[in-house]
């Protein structure tokens, strides 16, 4: 009798630990007592379909909800393991909107990347609140709400299925600028990276007691692991997913995309493209799709295999002798000394840049134009728009598609594109102005204005 009253005591002792763990796991959800929400969690729910990052106020509005909200200023950034990756927060910028429209009112959602964030420049200067503005002093007898739902780092699909759980909302238009980040990560983007966190993440979906404790504990732990940064100092990437930047990577790491790689990107872009179209039509939502830019004259970066990482190459004295020539402003025989050696290095994306550089200041725009395309295109850099995706985007956007390639592409000088881009993609407030413009007319046939 002792015996099994020990063996009782024993096992109580036990399991009334764990019961009670699990009464105040199950009390605080009961009671909605949960911390914000961990970022690899926003990260796998955007993949979802139908992700949407509104919640019902209860007052009749819906809301971004606060811990999916990113306003642009005092981001948390961390360096990945690998070389090359890191990891930036979500995610949105602040959003309230009535769930029923008042009389008068005009609804457009603007979904895309961080060009469609506003990156570096801020949410009223950023394309989506430019055309809010416009929109209102053109037409003063209207309502305009101009939701900007641009996540950094997104890529289409993530697109799409955003798009697909704000038709709820009643939207009047869809503005879709998106493209950028369709091999952010230096593959294909087909669903959210989390090997190596799968089991944190099933706790997190799991256990509110595990959510508080990995919340206190990251939250004690901060200091050590992350370092604040700012909109116009860093890129950001939602959801804490991976970003890579082949830059930081040593040299010999550095490769290109493959043709198969970006074949299989351009299908994906352009079957999400299609999708947003079918969307508009099966929802009676007109839908502009904007060809997201890049910006040509942002100097490509180096590759394993290129003339600058040859040491001892009698074509890489050739190269800098070139590019002498080139500051020196004797145009002609630098062009014609990197026309020469582009023969032999036909892949090489710095030649096919500073030679487009040297025809345009030999006054040879139309031959320089090819050439800073093809350094785009050859780029090691992934996330920037190049031919392929661009074909991809136009072929199945047909006539939905906007093409803003002639609104922002330098026409001569890297001072006349430093207007313009902040950096390889993202625009400056003129820029964004510029895009505002070549919306505004299209906005105003669409919605019948």
């Known amino acids: 009798m002792k015996q099994n009253r ?55 509005e819906v809301e971004i909800r606060p811990d999916w909200i990113n306003p642009g200023v005092g981001l948390e950034a961390t360096q990945g393991t690998a070389a090359g990756r890191f990891f930036l927060n979500p995610g949105f910028r602040p959003g309230r909107l009535p769930m029923k429209k008042g009389p008068g009112t005009l609804r457009i959602f603007v979904l895309g990347g961080s060009s469609a964030y506003g990156l570096y420049v801020g949410e009223e200067e950023a394309f989506s609140g430019q055309l809010r503005t416009r929109l209102e002093q053109g037409h003063p007898d ?32 869809f503005i879709v600028y998106s493209g950028h980040n369709e091999l952010l990560q230096g593959q294909v983007d087909r669903g959210p990276d989390i090997e190596g966190s799968r089991l944190r993440l099933g706790l997190l979906k799991s256990s509110n007691l595990y959510r508080w404790i990995d919340h206190l504990v990251s939250s004690l732990r901060r200091s050590e692991k992350y370092r604040e940064v700012r909109e116009d100092v ?39 493209i299609r999708g947003m179209v079918e969307l508009g039509s099966r929802t009676g939502i007109p839908v502009l799709i904007a060809v997201p ?12 295999g290129d003339l600058l990482t040859l040491e001892g190459r009698p074509e890489l004295g050739q190269f800098l002798q070139a590019l002498e020539l080139l500051e020196a402003g004797r145009w002609e025989q630098a062009t014609e000394q990197l026309m020469h050696l582009s023969d032999s290095f036909p892949e090489d994306a710095s030649l096919h840049y500073w030679l487009g550089v040297s025809l345009y200041k030999a006054g040879q725009p139309t031959a320089g134009l090819p050439e800073l395309q093809a350094a785009l295109d050859l780029d090691v850099r992934t996330h920037r728009v190049g031919s392929v995706l661009e074909d991809a985007l136009l072929t199945a956007g047909g006539g ?50």
């Not at 101009?146 to 038709?167: F, Q, Y």
Request: proline share 7%; aromatic share 6%; charged share 20%.
């Open 142 to 173: 209207r309502t305009f709400e101009v939701i900007n739902l641009g996540c950094p780092g997104w890529a289409s699909n993530r697109v799409l299925n955003l798009m697909e759980s704000v038709t709820s909302l009643d939207p009047d238009l």
């Open 293 to 304: 830019v890049a910006n040509l004259w942002s100097p490509p970066t180096i590759a394993a």
């Open 6 to 60: 020990a063996k009782w005591f024993r096992l109580t002792a036990v399991a009334l630990p764990v019961v009670l763990l699990l009464i105040l796991d199950v009390a605080l959800g009961m009671a909605g007592i949960v911390p914000p929400e961990d970022p690899l969690l926003f990260y796998e729910r955007t993949y979802g379909e139908e992700f949407s990052p509104f919640r019902d106020t209860g007052n009749g």
């Open 234 to 272: 860093a890129a950001l990437q939602a959801g804490r997913s991976l970003v890579f930047d082949p830059s930081t990577l040593p040299v010999e790491q550095r490769q290109r995309p493959e043709a198969g790689l970006l074949l299989e990107a351009a299908d994906q872009f352009g079957a999400n």
């Open 400 to 449: 939905h598609v906007l093409d803003l390639r002639q609104v922002l592409r330098s026409s001569g000088s890297n001072e006349e594109a430093a207007a313009l881009f902040s950096d390889h993609c993202h625009p400056t407030q003129k820029g964004h102005r510029l895009i505002a413009d070549a919306l505004i007319p299209n906005v105003e046939l669409l919605l019948g204005l």
